[in-house]
């Protein structure tokens, strides 16, 4: 059933840039309500105010179990609902497994795993008291990644937590299907936004992967794919259609996408030999 985003409610994560923001922007333009959440409150005011102002404002930090409870009951009290829930607040890190630290563990699980599902446990108990709109008694839009289908060297802890994040997502549809609660996992490809300059001052490595023939796609165009995917809710979003079947082959033959990685990561960095530079 199709979901009109006039006067929809949605609340997103990490919309102060990327794929937050360009969602924020093309829901606007399709007349939803928006609950803007991220750390950097002044630029999701500015960006409030680009859109015309009237959104909702939320300084919250998704690795704060606190900070993911308020963001939902901030969204209650000012719009009495939330129809869509989308987890997009996330980091990364360039680490072999083996090198990545304990604290460097706990804080991606803490940003990309449990701030995810401390976002959905906060939201749930809201939606499952809604009454149907459309169909549906609300929505949670997982931002994953393509790597949660097929882990690439180097970023081994990145692609564990995106990983986890999808096996979240599909056990929470069907949980929640009887409940009327849809439930989206997003896999988009590299995505030109800040994700890797906060990546490479984390890792204090350089990401080489760009020249190295990645694809790599604008945040509107996944925005564009995400917002498609709320008004017709669907199991998955892939915004690069060649890179699911890419994937899925990829799961198909391990032996062989492990080879095409090795290549790949010579190509990148002709040292590596098992260490974890990326240059």
Sequence with gaps: MRRDCNGMVVAIT???AGI????????????ARLALAARRLELLEQLDRELGGGHL???ADVATEQDCGYLVHACQA?????DTLVCNAGIGLLRSIGDTTAEEWRLL???NLAGTADCIRAALPLMRRQELRQGWRGQVVIVSSCLARRAV???GVYCATKAAQLALGESLRLEERANRIAVTTVHPVGTATEFDGAAERLSAQRIGRRSAGEAVQDPAVVAAAVSSAIIRPRPEVWP????RWAFGLATLMPGLADLAMARFRRRIDPGAQGGNTVE
């Design 14 to 16: 990490g919309a102060s």
């Design 20 to 31: 937050g923001r360009a969602l924020a922007i093309e829901l606007a333009g399709r007349g």
């Design 57 to 59: 404002c939320i300084r």
């Design 78 to 82: 000012r719009f009495g609902r939330i």
């Design 109 to 111: 699980l803490a940003v």
């Design 153 to 155: 060297p180097d970023m």
């Design 240 to 243: 690069h259609r060649m890179s």
